[in-house]
């Protein structure tokens, strides 16, 4: 059984929201959604996701600041930037603070999904490198170690210390 992509998608056209939502799960996203930026961060808080969408435009925190807040707090998600009030500026803007794609609405589902699938292999070769140089790393650092001291600090790495 493969491992579903998690996606978060935000937007606050309800009736766009739920439509999106329902054609990504059906093509087997583990999907969530959220109304606002700010329920946005709570499930983010709450779960790991792999990729987000995000509409530009929404009442309260704007989809750059929740991009800005969500590279930071999460820096191996995919943010894809999906808006009916694109500009050049705010494509620039967006894409400096770290969002994978950029597209404007109406964008047809199967170029969405083409981004989805590449935004996803980005992260997981982003993250496998990542995490290669850090095994690199303790590797080096644990040579001529016993066993139980390099037992140690691999439990220190698994809780994060």
Do not use: W
Not at 4 to 22: G, P, W, Y
Not at 41 to 60: N, R, S, Y
Not at 119 to 142: F, G, N, P
Request: glycine share 4%.
């Amino acid at each position: 059984m493969s491992k579903k992509i998690r996606l978060l998608i935000v937007d606050d056209e309800v009736r766009f929201l739920k439509t999106l939502a329902s054609r990504l799960e059906l093509r087997d996203f583990e999907v969530s959604t959220a109304d606002n930026g700010k329920r946005a961060l709570e499930l983010a808080q709450l779960q790991t996701f792999d990729l987000a969408i995000l509409d530009l435009k929404m009442p309260g925190l704007s989809g750059e600041e929740v991009l800005a807040i969500l590279k930071r707090d999460h820096p191996f998600i995919e943010v894809i930037i999906l808006t009916g009030h694109g500009s050049i500026s705010s494509a620039v803007q967006c894409t400096q603070a770290g969002s994978y794609r950029y597209l404007a609405k109406p964008c047809e589902t199967d170029e969405l999904l083409l981004v989805l699938k590449d935004a996803y292999q980005q992260r997981v070769e982003r993250k496998t490198d990542i995490d290669r140089e850090r095994l690199e790393k303790l590797m080096e650092s644990v040579q001529g170690e016993s066993p139980l001291s390099i037992l140690r600090k691999l439990r220190e790495i698994e809780r994060g210390s």
